[in-house]
């Protein structure tokens, strides 16, 4: 147990915008700009996702002049570098950005599997220009009551698919 908070603690460490719940799912939200508003960015699989929701949510809101401070400067998508977004579009950009890195790591982790004898021990690498090939369409998406947004990653692999 005591190894789960370790791992919990590095992670934090390591990505900035995320924590993990005590039930294991990375969660990330961030302040707007200008206001007390929080925006729910999400709960997401992996520690990687969370971190992408809140680059892509730093980015659009906050417009630095250096990417240094970004969990992954490399892939912020190029569809929201100079698209200027509401709140809510820029709650769906990072939701979307999220969900396709749970995305990318489940296909990874199914292909792992598939070969897990060959590749014992191996590493899940997020393939970059794989994942960001797909152009993403930013629109305002529905919410709970509770502002957070519903969609698997299961869902999320279908709708992939549709397009």
Known sequence: MGSNIEENAAHQRKYKGIRRRKWGKWVSE???????????????ATPEAAAMAHDVAFYCLRRPRSLDGLNFPSMLP????????????????ASDAGM?????????????????????????VLDEKQFWEYDYE????????EGE??????????TQVDH
């Open 30 to 44: 961030i302040r707007v700009p200008g206001s007390q508003e929080r925006l729910w960015l999400g709960s997401y």
């Open 138 to 145: 930013f629109e305002d998406c529905g919410t709970s009551e």
């Open 78 to 93: 190029a569809s929201v570098v100079h698209a200027e977004l509401s709140p809510k579009s820029v709650q769906k950009a």
């Open 149 to 158: 947004l519903n969609i698997s990653v299961e869902d999320y692999l279908k």
């Open 100 to 124: 396709g890195v749970d995305a990318q790591m489940v296909l990874n982790k199914d292909k792992t599997d598939e070969n897990e004898n060959e590749n014992s021990g191996a590493t899940q």
